[in-house]
Each structure stands twice: as structure tokens, then as C-alpha cells.
């Protein structure tokens, strides 16, 4: 006589073997973790994996380096995780240090003695809001880092966020060991950007550069000046400016022009573009670059808020702007643009580039943009984006240029009136570095935030030669925008999720059902049932 096997008790055995096996691989995976040496960096920056420059600076180290993170215990997240970070990221310089560096981990409430230190020292409290029994509380913290290299100090006073900490803190590091600030000569005269008026460029900018007003068309521009930042003309330069920054550039270093055609005025009545003189750019031919006429708009976008009004109500709106251009194609080749994803050039001239010229393209429009003609230029927000762009045909529009190869002078000789050089006249040059962005604009205080911070940063370090730092700046600030649908994609999308994906389930629970009515079935027939 057979014996009778009741398959829903068979099925289950099987099941819980199942989970069986998986309980003890994922606990022998654990305990083989816990017991293997060092760790294993997953995330897409290698945030917790020092770079190959910060190994390069430690390197450098021949005497001992203290460095003590002052970090209040018990922090609400995020910034008990970002107390985690520091403190693998210091010990990951601990273990690159060669014996050099040493660390510590301070909890000021835990230590009076530390606490009068930190207030000595001028590094402020932090006012933190907590969820606590659910009720809202305010609690004093610290979050400080602090360099300590024979009788000198460097301070990180607040870590915000483990987004460019590695950077600070390797430059923190270098000055330490006596590193010099480069020097960036800012451009005055021709009508470009005010020195006065940009303290919040050069404020966000001094902690890694040295930048001073320079006038080319007075003086030769001094030997110590390691990049020069043309901030935006609105008039022609002088034959004597123009060969003071041609010597300049062919001498190997560096520089920068923001190329706009013309600049925004402080309008309260709305957006107003003042343009800007007639062959203003024509300098850049003479190196295979043209500033083409024109206002590039393109449907990709950044957004704006305009306060409004009807009736008795006021609101606000965002509005999608279509001048603050939303850069889609950035070259992700080079180390300017490498992991940018989120910058946004403002009221920009389209730009184009030699065949013959040495160069690349940094940054591109999406397909859809457009130019808006001068030199009157409709700026108003309020102009819906289908009558902006009605008999328009889209295409795409450069931004950002680079030039780094071989130049020739655009002159001769040195021109009459030319200051002295303290070189002698270069009429060619085989290593340049020369970037031009259509944008002035960006230099303004309500656009150089974000990633527009990260790729000025960026660049001035290309300038000066300093690519080994940049990937260190850019880790971790890479945003993942989502690409700009038409008006067919997004519906096509929108009945998928609708009908496609609980189709889908539909169709997963009868595949489940058959599977399990086939096992039963071979099962019962094993059986004999």
C-alpha cells in the first residue's frame, strides 16, 4: 500500500529549506565581512575611497598631522550619517598617511576641555532642529574639523554635507604644507563686470584662488598672474588690451571670457537686457571662436518664481524660463564638465567654433532651442512658451567652448603704445588653455550657486593646471534631472503606468498560478493521488 503524501505539506517543507539556505549564506556573508580586512566602496563617486591626488599630498607629509573632527554624539540624520562618513573618511586618510597622519573623534559634550576650545578657536554652535517624542526641540551641536601641522592651524568650522569634503579638506592639507594660492587677474575696463560688483564671486573664490583687478590696457598683465577672467564686455577692446591678453594666452597660461551679448539690467519693471556694443567679441576670431548674435532660449529650462495678482489675491507661480537654459549636453569628456549635471546658463549667446580651430564643445542646448534676435530683446516671463517658440525650428546651440592646443598671435609685433611685456614677442604657441562662455550673467549672485559654483570652480582650476583637484570638488554633486518629453511621451508614459504595469501584475499572478497548479499536479501524481 502506498503512502499517501499531501502536497501543500510537501511544498511548504520545500519552502522553508529554501529559506533556510538563504538564512545561513547571508550569515556567513556577514560574518566573512566582519571578518576580511578593510571595506568595499560601492557608490558611484568612490566617496569613501581616497582619490590618487589626496594620496599625492599626503605623500608629501614629513612630519606629523593631526586631525580632530569635533562631532556632537546622537544626531538626528542626517548628520548622524555624515558623522559616519568623517569618520571613515578620516581613517582612510589615517591609513594613506604612512604614519603620518593621526585622527580623533571629539564629542565636545562629553569634554568641557574640547568645548572651551572650539569657542576659543571662534567655531560656532550649531542650532539643530530635532524630532524628539514628537515634539519639535532645538539643540546646540558641533560639527568641526580641525588641521593641525607644526604651528599652524586650518579649520573646517561646519561640515554641511560629505559633498566636496574630501576637497576641503586636501586643500586644507596643502596650504598646511605651504601650497600658494594661484593668482587670478580679474579684467577691468571695456565695459565688463564691475570688480565691485562681483564680492560674492570673489568671496566664494578666495578660500582656493587669489583674485585681483588687472588692466590690460595699461599695464602688462605681471608675471605672477597664473589665469585671467574676462568678465563679460560690452565694448571693443583696444588694439593694446587685446595684445596684452594675446601675449597673455600664448604664454601658457590660462584664461576665461564670458562672452554675453549684453548684460541684465536691475530692472524692477521686469527682465531687461542692455546689449552690448558691435564687434565687442571679435577678439575671440582671431582664435576660432564667433559670439553669434542673438539670445539662446530653449523649451529645457530652469523654472522662476513671479509673484502675481487677481484681484484681492496675490500668489506665486513658477514658471517654466526659457533663457535660463538648462544644460542637457555637457561633455562629459572633459574634466571641467565631467559629473555636472544640473548647471543652468542664463540669458546666453550661442556660440560656434572654427573647423580648424583648436577646440571642443563644453556645453549644448537640448534640440528644441531657439535664438531670439536683437538687439530689443523680449525677456518677459509671462510669454507662454508655445507663443515664444511659434515658427521657430529647434535645433541645438553651443554654450561653452574650450580651446587647448596650438595658437597663433593675432599680431605681427607689438603694437604702439603696448606697455612692456616681460617677455619678448610669442608669435605662436602649442599649449593653450582658453574657455569661453556665453554667458555674463552667471557671474551674477542669483545664478552662481549650485552646480553653476562647482563648474566656476572647475574651471579655474583647468586654468591653472590643477585637474587633479577637480574630481575631488565634483564627488558627489552629480543630479540626475529627467530628460525633457514631449507632449506624445509623456502620455505614451502615462498609460503605461496606468494599463501596462498592472497588466503586468495581472499576468505575473496567472504565470504564478499555473507554476503552482503544475507542481501540485506532478505531485500528485507522484504520489498517486
Do not use: C
Request: net charge negative; hydrophobic share 45%; charged share 20%.
Amino acid at each position: 500500500m502506498k503512502r499517501r503524501v499531501d502536497p501543500g505539506l510537501a511544498l511548504r517543507r520545500l519552502a522553508r529549506l529554501r529559506l533556510l539556505v538563504g538564512i545561513m549564506v547571508a550569515v556567513s556573508l556577514v560574518a566573512a565581512a566582519r571578518a576580511l580586512p578593510g571595506q568595499w566602496d560601492v557608490t558611484e563617486d568612490k566617496l569613501f575611497t581616497l582619490s590618487d591626488a589626496t594620496r599625492s599630498v599626503l605623500e608629501k607629509l614629513d612630519e606629523p598631522l593631526l586631525i580632530r573632527a569635533f562631532i556632537t554624539s546622537d544626531l538626528p540624520q542626517p548628520y548622524g550619517q555624515l558623522r559616519r562618513y568623517l569618520q571613515d573618511i578620516l581613517n582612510a586618510y589615517h591609513d594613506a598617511g604612512h604614519g603620518y597622519v593621526g585622527i580623533e573623534i571629539v564629542d565636545p559634550e562629553a569634554d568641557p576641555t574640547a568645548a572651551a576650545s572650539l569657542e576659543a578657536m571662534g567655531i560656532p554652535r550649531l542650532q539643530l532642529q530635532v524630532i524628539k517624542d514628537d515634539r519639535a526641540e532645538i539643540r546646540q551641536a558641533y560639527l568641526a574639523v580641525v588641521a593641525e601641522y607644526l604651528d599652524k592651524r586650518e579649520i573646517i568650522p561646519v561640515v554641511e554635507s560629505d559633498v566636496g569634503f574630501e576637497y576641503r579638506l586636501t586643500t586644507m592639507v596643502k596650504n598646511l604644507l605651504g601650497f600658494v594660492r594661484p593668482k587670478i587677474g580679474v579684467m577691468q575696463g571695456a565695459g565688463g563686470v564691475d570688480w565691485e560688483d562681483l564680492k560674492n564671486f570673489r568671496a566664494l573664490l578666495q578660500n582656493d584662488y587669489e583674485l585681483m583687478p588687472v588692466f590690460p590696457g595699461q599695464e602688462a598683465i605681471p608675471a605672477y598672474i597664473k589665469a585671467l577672467v574676462v568678465p563679460g564686455l560690452s565694448s571693443p577692446l583696444e588694439p593694446v588690451a587685446r595684445y596684452a591678453i594675446d601675449q597673455f594666452l600664448l604664454g601658457g597660461r590660462g584664461v576665461m571670457t564670458f562672452a554675453a551679448n549684453g548684460a541684465i539690467d536691475d530692472a524692477r519693471a521686469g527682465v531687461h537686457l542692455s546689449p552690448a556694443e558691435a564687434h565687442s567679441h571679435d577678439w575671440l576670431r582671431d582664435y576660432g571662436v564667433s559670439v553669434k548674435p542673438g539670445v539662446v532660449m530653449d523649451v529645457v529650462s530652469g523654472r522662476i518664481a513671479l509673484d502675481q495678482r487677481q484681484g484681492l489675491q496675490a500668489f506665486r507661480n513658477m514658471v517654466d524660463y526659457p533663457f535660463m537654459v538648462k544644460v542637457v549636453n555637457a561633455n562629459r569628456d572633459h574634466p571641467v564638465t565631467r559629473g555636472l549635471e544640473g548647471i543652468i546658463i542664463p540669458f546666453a549667446a550661442p556660440l560656434s567654433l572654427a573647423d580648424d580651430a583648436p577646440g571642443d564643445v563644453l556645453m549644448s542646448t537640448s534640440r528644441q532651442a531657439a535664438v531670439q534676435p536683437g538687439p530689443d530683446f523680449n525677456l518677459d516671463p509671462l510669454v507662454p512658451l508655445r507663443q515664444r517658440f511659434s515658427g521657430q525650428t529647434g535645433r541645438q546651440e553651443h554654450l561653452a567652448l574650450t580651446s587647448q592646443g596650438g595658437l597663433s598671435s593675432a599680431f605681427d609685433d607689438r603694437p604702439d603704445g603696448a606697455p612692456d611685456m616681460p617677455t619678448t614677442h610669442i608669435d605662436s604657441a602649442e599649449h593653450t588653455r582658453l574657455m569661453v562662455v556665453g554667458s555674463r550673467a552667471i557671474l551674477d549672485d542669483d545664478f552662481i550657486a549650485g552646480e553653476n559654483l562647482w563648474f566656476l570652480l572647475n574651471s579655474m582650476d583647468w586654468l591653472t593646471g590643477g585637474e587633479d583637484l577637480i574630481s575631488l570638488r565634483s564627488r558627489g554633486v552629480t543630479q540626475r534631472p529627467l530628460p525633457h518629453l514631449s507632449s506624445n511621451a509623456r502620455n505614451a508614459w502615462k498609460a503605461l503606468w496606468m494599463f501596462g504595469m498592472p497588466g503586468l501584475v495581472v499576468l505575473a499572478g496567472l504565470w504564478r498560478w499555473w507554476v503552482l497548479k503544475r507542481r501540485r499536479s506532478a505531485l500528485m501524481q507522484h504520489a498517486g493521488i
